[in-house]
């Protein structure tokens, strides 16, 4: 299974941007990114996914390199509800079937005010 | 939608006792998964269910647990007999389509405490 890496944490000011970077050599042709994330004491929450293009929804940007061995969750501006785990997942596509999530350690965001 | 429920939130139990989890999907979701988190292992997927099929029960870690999802609005997670070993928190989720880009639900989650 394609496998990603994230830093294990990171620290950011709130109301500062936060860029949360995850590489993802091995990935192929058919495999989505996926970000969510994990508040204390709570399932896990999508963020947002993309396969090839940068994509922008209410929570987030995920820029994606052009060789898609990288990308980038983007928070545009922190605040003290972003602090959680954010985990960076390739979704294995079986040719129709469900793609499996397989979560890592993800990366543990702490917001100061 | 009230979203992914499951019940109880909290269970704790002696060992050697039976466990029933349980998970009611978001309605209209075709595909249910249970996983399981701990500070050692992470969040690793047990199995997941397409239709009311169990499809890939790989993860489940032996054969003390098992699942069952007899129609599209419930399933249950069952270990017996329990270990402490088995304390976690257990998470529900579900989905709807096919392919890579689903996006999964996920139920506040069942934290298990085996004595």
């Known amino acids: 299974d394609a496998k990603t890496t994230q830093p294990n944490s990171m620290e950011s000011n709130e109301e500062e941007p936060v860029h949360l970077p995850c590489n993802h050599s091995t990935i192929s042709g058919t495999d989505y990114i996926h970000w969510y994330r994990q508040l204390p004491s709570q399932g896990p929450e999508y963020v947002i996914h993309?396969?090839?293009s940068n994509v922008n929804n209410r929570m987030a940007s995920l820029a994606i390199a052009e060789d898609r061995k990288s990308s980038t969750l983007i928070l545009h501006r922190a605040t003290l509800r972003d602090a959680a785990v954010y985990y960076c997942i390739l979704s294995i596509d079986y040719g129709g079937s469900q793609g499996n999530l397989i979560f890592g350690k993800g990366t543990k965001l702490s917001v100061k005010p | 939608d009230a979203g992914v429920i499951q019940s109880p939130r909290h269970e704790v139990t002696e060992m050697g006792q039976e466990v029933t989890l349980r998970c009611k999907p978001i309605?209209?979701?075709?595909?249910l998964f249970w996983y399981r988190q701990t500070m050692m292992r992470g969040l690793e997927l047990l199995i997941y269910?397409?239709?009311?099929?169990?499809?890939?029960d790989s993860g489940m870690p032996e054969d003390r647990f098992s699942a069952k999802m007899p129609n599209a609005s419930f399933s249950t997670l069952k270990i017996q007999p329990s270990e402490p070993r088995d304390s976690a928190v257990y998470f529900c989720a579900s989905s709807f389509t096919s392919g890579g880009a689903d996006t999964q639900y996920f139920g506040p989650g069942t934290r298990l405490t085996v004595l």
């Open positions: 309605s209209g979701h075709d595909y």
């Open positions: 269910f397409n239709n009311n099929v169990p499809i890939d």
């Open positions: 993309g396969l090839t």
